[in-house]
């Protein structure tokens, strides 16, 4: 069983056109709060990140926010967090959310979001960290990309370890408890086996 006490959080900076995007925002933080989990964001306070960063404060949470002198220079960063740390940029930006952060959680949103997300799958596949990751899966939103990463996988892009790193579900508690029990992938053999293959 594996130990979360700080959760990362990938979302949009817009609040999207479902209120389901915004109810599953609020109970993230509401959660996290509840389950004495620090969250760690974006540092936003705009779309689904203020509002999950809103009701975790609300509930008593305590939040953490990583954003770049750019957008905080823009006026998008919270005012009210418990801490606050302003890097250079989007690298040192999703490298400290790593570092402070249990594990991963991605809720609805557009490239940033999907990048953070697959950049953490693609160290968590390079062993670049241990930490697990999840998708919560609200109102279907992400249907389709689950279904293309199945097809990757069966395509021969994606082993089944590795797709299977990515712990999928609709309902917030039983996603963190997936999170909780989520084994690492045994990359060992795998990374020995494609460095022979590039050695020919």
Not at 156 to 170: C, K
């Amino acid at each position: 069983m594996r130990k979360i006490d700080a959760l990362c959080l990938y979302c949009g900076s817009s609040p999207g056109t479902n209120p389901a995007y915004q109810q599953a925002a609020r109970h993230f933080g509401e959660t996290l709060a509840r389950q004495k989990i620090k969250l760690v964001f974006g540092g936003g306070s705009v779309g689904l990140m203020g509002i999950a960063a809103d009701a975790c404060l609300a509930a008593g949470g305590q939040v953490i926010g990583v954003i770049p002198t750019l957008l905080m220079e823009k006026e998008v960063g919270h005012k009210g967090l418990t801490e606050m740390h302003v890097v250079a940029d989007m690298h040192q930006r999703k490298a400290l959310m790593t570092e402070l952060a249990d594990g991963f959680i991605a809720l609805p949103g557009g490239y940033g979001t999907l990048d953070e997300l697959f950049e953490a799958l693609t160290w968590l596949q390079l062993s670049y960290h241990l930490k697990p990751v999840g998708l919560l899966n609200v109102a279907g939103f992400f249907d389709h990309l689950i279904g293309f990463l199945d097809h990757a996988r069966d395509e021969r892009f994606l082993r089944e370890m590795h797709r299977n790193a990515l712990n999928v579900d609709s309902d917030l508690d039983r996603l963190i408890e997936k999170l909780r029990v989520s084994e690492t992938p045994d990359n060992a053999k795998w990374l020995d086996r494609v460095a022979k293959e590039n050695r020919g």
